[in-house]
C-alpha cells in the first residue's frame, strides 16, 4: 500500500467515527457542499500533515493555479479530448499505450495469472482509441476481450487497435446500459427511457482483469484498473479506502498525461 493510501486509511480510521460529511460544521448546508467541507476540514489538513508525496503535490498545484496561462492550457487540453480527429486519436493511442507500459512496469497490471482453464479474458468499459488494449493483449496473446467504446458519431475516439488483434468491440453509449448495471426495470417517463439499451454481458461472464468499470464481472483475484481525480476529494477518498478493504490497492500518477491534471489510477489486484 502507498504512503498516499496509508494516509488516506488512517483519515477514515481516525476520524470517521466522529466526522463525515453530514456532522461537519454546517450541516444546514446542501450535500455536495458538506462533502466539500469535509475534505477541506479534515483529509486535506491530515494528508498535508502526513504524506510528503501530498504536500509537494499540492505546492505544485497551487503555483499552477496562481499562473492565469494554466486556464489557457486546461482549456485547449479539454478542446482536443473532446474533438475526434485522425491526429488526436494518433496521439491519445501513442499516449495511453505508454501510460499502460508504465502502469506494467509499476503494477505489473497486465501479468493475468489465470486460475481457470481457458485464455485470459479482458473486459474494458471505455476501450477507444484502444491504447491501453493494444498493451494488454501484447502482454497476453491469446487473450478472449470485450470491449465497449463510445461511437465516433455521438463524440467518440476512433479505434486504433490494429486489426489482427482478437477484439470483440461494442460501440454505445455505456451510460444507456442500464440493465447490466443492475438496473432491469427503467419508468416509463424516464427522460431516456427509450435510449436504454439490453444487457450485454452475461451475468456469470468474468473477466480476469477489467479497465474502468464492471466489479460484478471480475473473477475472484482479478485486477481492476481504474482513472480517479483529486484523490483528496470525499468521493474518491472514500472510493480508494473501500477497495482497500479487500484488494491490495495501487495508485499512480503517470509521468506523461497525467502530470498536469488532477488524476491518477487505481491498481486494484486481488480482489
Not at 450541516?27 to 504524506?51: C, H, N
Not at 501510460?99 to 497490471?109: T, W
Not at 479487500?246 to 486494484?268: D, V
Request: with cysteine; net charge neutral; charged share 25%.
Amino acid at each position: 500500500m502507498s504512503p498516499m493510501v496509508e494516509a488516506m486509511e488512517s483519515v477514515f480510521l481516525h476520524n470517521m467515527p466522529n466526522e463525515s460529511p453530514q456532522t461537519v460544521e454546517g450541516a444546514t448546508s446542501p450535500p455536495s457542499e458538506r462533502v466539500g467541507d469535509f475534505a477541506r476540514k479534515v483529509i486535506v489538513p491530515y494528508l498535508m500533515e502526513q504524506s510528503d508525496e501530498f504536500r509537494e503535490h499540492s505546492l505544485l498545484r497551487q503555483r499552477g493555479w496562481n499562473n492565469p496561462k494554466g486556464d489557457d492550457y486546461l482549456r485547449a487540453q479539454r478542446r482536443n479530448a473532446d474533438q475526434s480527429s485522425v491526429k488526436n486519436d494518433f496521439y491519445f493511442h501513442s499516449l495511453v499505450k505508454d501510460i499502460g507500459e508504465e502502469l506494467h512496469q509499476f503494477g505489473n497490471i497486465f501479468a493475468i495469472n489465470r486460475t481457470q482453464e481457458g485464455p485470459p479474458k479482458i473486459l474494458d468499459m471505455c476501450m477507444a482509441p484502444g491504447g491501453f488494449w493494444e498493451t494488454a493483449l501484447k502482454k497476453n496473446p491469446g487473450s478472449q476481450a470485450v470491449a465497449f467504446s463510445l461511437p465516433v458519431t455521438c463524440g467518440g475516439h476512433k479505434s486504433q487497435l490494429p486489426k489482427d488483434m482478437n477484439v470483440d468491440q461494442k460501440f454505445l453509449d455505456v451510460t444507456m446500459l442500464a440493465s447490466d448495471m443492475g438496473a432491469h426495470e427503467i419508468p416509463k417517463d424516464h427522460p431516456d427511457a427509450i435510449n436504454f439499451l439490453p444487457q450485454q454481458l452475461r451475468q456469470n461472464q468474468l473477466f480476469d482483469l477489467v479497465i474502468s468499470l464492471g466489479l460484478e464481472h471480475l473473477n475472484p483475484r482479478g485486477t481492476m484498473v481504474k482513472l480517479l481525480h483529486q484523490l483528496e476529494a470525499w468521493d474518491t477518498a472514500k472510493l480508494v479506502w473501500t477497495f482497500a478493504k479487500f484488494s491490495s490497492i495501487k495508485l499512480l500518477k503517470p509521468k506523461r498525461g497525467q502530470a498536469k491534471r488532477s488524476s491518477f489510477y487505481m491498481i486494484a489486484s486481488k480482489v
